[in-house]
């Protein structure tokens, strides 16, 4: 109860704009059970499929439960009508799903590693994203939502560790949105069935299972295109999404250690992203430094680099930096020394303070 | 009963010729014999008929023909090739048992996949080839690659991530590649090594037929193996039409084990018998048994021959089995226990020791002084693999651009490469 109310506190604390926004945020959330990431992801589906009549599930594995458990009893409960299995062939249901959006259904294709998302990038880019653009709004995919896990899990390798958000960032039409933890991931989760636009979800699946929080059972949704402030601080802003928050968490408190105040910010949504929480921010602190494991060129942390820049010159006080994956495939044996581990961003922040 | 109700689609009667002579029958063949009316005739009255093929056993319940120049089935092997056959499903079987061992003591990490039970179709196939044949695989590749040539050492070192492993231990279990073997890779997503094979075929028969770099025994041959769920799968299809297309010396060799992690193949495919889509292309469809060594063998030496005299593609569906779980974490709850168990009676080391019995072609101690030797090749390979040092630390930026120096110049004017802080990640760039 007391996490609640501060949860609470805390985002009543920040930008007014959270009321004028979906009110169900306003309330406080009822006690929930303790639950990881993918039963909270699975909570969110079986909300999703019970008040939409047409809305399915589908991709690889996902009638037994898919490889990390996320689509457990949905076709116990929904039938195989509405979560089936579809055959080996990603261009082919992220295309079928765009269909079935366009009909005016909610698709939520699963895509069972990021890595593989790839053949299905065509459909992505050049029909999801393009759609309602290109048909003048007679049609559009917004019922669509693909979900993929993504990121570092210690031991996948090259192709099952990729964090393919940038590709996707790039593309005028997507949302792209990244949870951090579950209760973050069931909201979010349901806001992007919701949304009337194509939504890309990544869920970070190191988290799967170790991230573990108090989530509330019922229906909420928490809004997309809105970060948050989840510490605050005065001497250096840092963001971050996903996974990599609970390492800028880790090097924050390293820093509170040596003095260093740090402001830490989740952007949940990546593209359209909240610029005005991250520049009201940065004027209040003057340094910024972006963490995420995809390689540093041409990251999403790039975007941000480049836009605080456009808005925030003459506040800042020294450059802004990026602590990021190498500019390698993701190594295999390597991946510690790949990974922006959490000295690497205390030697940032700290070199970035003194500037 | 086989789970492979595929047995029920089949129409009866039970044909007996393969899908051999193309040149009669296939339209796409430019054969000046033959007038373009009569192509057509002949390609309606193909259309009209079942596409044919040859089936295993539990199919139809017949012995399959494999070849039109023998026409009996099992044809006797000498005591040579047997010997060899069974010393190479024994290197893969226990290799892959030493693997799973070896990952419960946390020597090998991340994602590995089994290949015990479809020893015959590696073995089967690959032993046929020579060096210079390529072999394109997929994450189930520990044994093709072993049934190629490359060193059990190497693979096993590999597996743990040493330097001294077949791809420095930068590939892992899921891509090990050998140029010296023509070993093209290992593929973690299924259907892309397809299209490099394909690739790979066009260059051999381009180096044959315009660059006149001929081998007196025909065109380098390419081989690729993938599983069933690849088959609904774009890349494959499109290949198929490629290869077909400019017949290329290329088997696409279909390892139908029933199962993709948990999606059973009949339930995943509207037409569950994948032979047939090879005559679909215009390409023979063979259906084997994939558990029977000298029957793969059978028709292995039909599709390569076919391939080496430039005839074209080949489509050989294996019908197999893997006793394991899709990988070493998958906890394999999905199948049934009798699906599992009628296997398991198959067991193509086990049905290849008693065939090598009752011909008389070796005796029981003769099996298990190769068996010895085995083991100990398996533990050298292990000690090799253990006391094998780790990549150094710089290898983490090497071969990303064939130029390390690809990483441009830092602010001090040295290559950026060889700054320290830049392999710590302070990206102030």
Same mark, same amino acid.
């Given at each position: 109860?007391?996490? *609640? ?27 929930? $059970? ?85 053949? *299905? ?7 999801? *994203? ?94 997309? !295109? ?27 408190? *390293? ?19 909240? $610029?005005?929480?991250?520049?009201? !921010? ?38 802004? @930096? ?25 030697? @940032?922040?700290? @070199?970035?303070?003194?500037? | ?28 063949? #430019? #054969?000046?014999? =033959? ?34 120049? #023998? ?12 010997? %060899?056959?069974?010393?190479?499903? =024994? ?20 994602? +590995? ?7 015959? %179709? ?10 210079? &044949?390529?072999? +394109? ?82 065109? /380098? ?29 290329? =088997?696409? =060799? ?38 029977? +060594? ?35 974490? &998958? ?15 198959? /067991? ?20 298990? +002084? ?11 390979? %292990?000690?090799?693999? /253990? ?6 630390? #710089?290898?983490?930026?090497?071969? %990303?651009?064939? /130029? ?14 060889? &700054? ?10």
């Amino acid at each position: 109860m007391a996490m *609640a109310l501060r949860a609470l506190g805390r985002r009543i604390s920040h930008s007014d704009r959270f009321f004028s926004s979906l009110s169900e945020a306003a309330k406080p959330p009822s006690d929930g $059970k303790l639950i990881n990431l993918f039963t909270a992801i699975n909570q969110a589906l079986h909300i999703a499929l019970d008040t939409d009549p047409r809305s399915y599930v589908f991709g690889e594995d996902v009638r037994f439960g898919g490889v990390f458990r996320c689509t457990t009893g949905l076709t116990d409960k929904f039938g195989r009508d509405r979560v089936f299995n579809t055959p080996l062939c990603e261009q082919g249901i992220i295309g079928f799903a765009i269909g079935l959006a366009a009909m005016g259904n909610r698709a939520i294709a699963e895509i069972q590693f990021a890595d593989y998302i790839y053949p *299905a990038f065509d459909q992505i880019v050049n029909e999801a *994203a393009k759609f309602r653009y290109r048909s003048g709004n007679e049609f559009n995919c917004g019922g669509l939502t693909v979900r993929s896990p993504y990121g570092a899990v210690g031991h996948g390798g090259h192709y099952h560790s990729q964090s393919p958000e940038s590709f996707f960032c790039h593309v005028p039409g997507l949302k792209v949105v990244i949870p951090r933890s579950p209760r973050q991931a069931k909201g979010l989760l349901l806001s992007c069935i919701r949304d009337p636009n194509p939504v890309i979800f990544f869920e970070p699946k190191l988290l799967y299972r170790l991230s573990v929080e108090e989530v509330p059972e019922d229906d909420y949704m928490l809004p997309l !295109s809105e970060a948050e402030v989840i510490r605050q601080g005065s001497d250096i802003t840092l963001i971050g999404w996903g996974a990599q928050l609970s390492i800028l968490e880790q090097a924050c408190d *390293a820093a509170a250690k040596e003095g260093i105040s740090c402001e830490l910010i989740d952007l949940k949504t990546l593209i359209p992203w909240d $610029k005005e929480t991250v520049e009201s !921010s940065v004027r209040k602190t003057g340094k910024l430094l972006i963490s995420h494991e995809a390689p540093v060129t041409g990251g999403f942390g790039a975007e941000i680099s480049a836009s605080i820049v456009e808005r925030c010159f003459l506040r800042l006080e020294a450059p802004i @930096a990026r602590v990021c994956g190498l500019d390698t495939p993701f190594p295999l044996v390597y991946e510690q020394f790949y990974l922006p581990t959490m000295n690497k961003i205390l030697d @940032a922040i700290k @070199a970035t303070v003194k500037y | 009963m086989s789970a492979f109700s595929a047995a029920k689609i089949l129409s009866p009667p039970p044909f007996v010729a393969r899908f051999a002579s193309e040149k009669s029958l296939c339209p796409f063949l #430019s #054969s000046p014999s =033959v007038p373009a009316l009569t192509r057509s005739a002949l390609r309606s009255i193909r259309l009209l008929r079942t596409p044919l093929a040859v089936s295993s056993d539990v199919v139809i319940g017949q012995k399959p023909l494999a070849s039109s120049s #023998s026409a009996t089935q099992n044809e006797d092997v000498d005591r040579e090739v047997a010997l %060899v056959l069974y010393e190479d499903m =024994v290197l893969g079987r226990f290799f892959e048992d030493m693997c799973a061992q070896m990952y419960y003591r946390g020597k090998m990490f991340g994602f +590995v996949h089994l290949y015990n039970g479809q020893e015959a %179709v590696s073995t089967g196939f690959i032993k046929l080839l020579e060096a210079r &044949d390529c072999v +394109v695989s997929t994450y189930r590749d520990h044994v093709h690659a072993l049934s190629k040539g490359v060193a059990a050492r190497a693979v096993m070192a590999e597996l743990f991530g040493k330097t001294t492993g077949c791809c420095r231990g930068q590939g892992g279990s899921m891509h090990m590649f050998s140029s010296t073997h023509n070993l093209l890779g290992g593929f973690a997503f299924i259907g892309e090594g397809i299209p490099v094979a394909t690739g790979a075929a066009f260059s051999s028969k381009y180096r044959h037929e315009v660059l006149k770099e001929s081998n007196p025994n025909g065109l /380098d041959v390419t081989v690729a193996f993938f599983g069933d769920g690849t088959c609904n799968n774009g890349q494959f299809f499109e290949c198929l039409n490629m290869a077909q297309l400019w017949k290329l010396p290329i =088997v696409f =060799v279909v390892e139908n084990n029933l199962w993709a992690i948990g999606m059973s193949h009949v339930r995943a495919t509207s037409d569950p018998e994948i032979w047939k889509k090879g005559p679909a292309f215009g390409m023979p469809g063979y259906h084997v048994d994939g558990m029977d +060594v000298l029957k793969v063998r059978e028709v292995a030496i039909e599709a390569i021959a076919r391939a080496r005299r430039g005839d074209g593609p080949t489509l050989v569906e294996c019908e197999t089995y893997r006793f394991r779980g899709h990988s070493l974490a &998958d906890p394999d709850e999905l199948r049934k226990p009798d699906e599992k168990a009628h296997y398991a009676a198959r /067991d193509p080391i086990a049905a290849l020791k008693s065939y090598i019995l009752e011909k008389n072609l070796a005796t029981e101690s003769e099996l298990k +002084v190769i068996e010895e030797k085995i083991d100990n090749l398996i533990e050298d390979a %292990v000690e090799f693999a /253990d006391s094998s040092p780790h990549p150094p630390r #710089s290898q983490l930026l090497e071969n %990303v651009f064939v /130029d390390p120096k690809g990483f441009g110049i830092g602010p001090d004017g040295k290559y950026r490469c060889e &700054d320290p802080k830049f392999t710590e990640g302070t990206a102030q760039v």
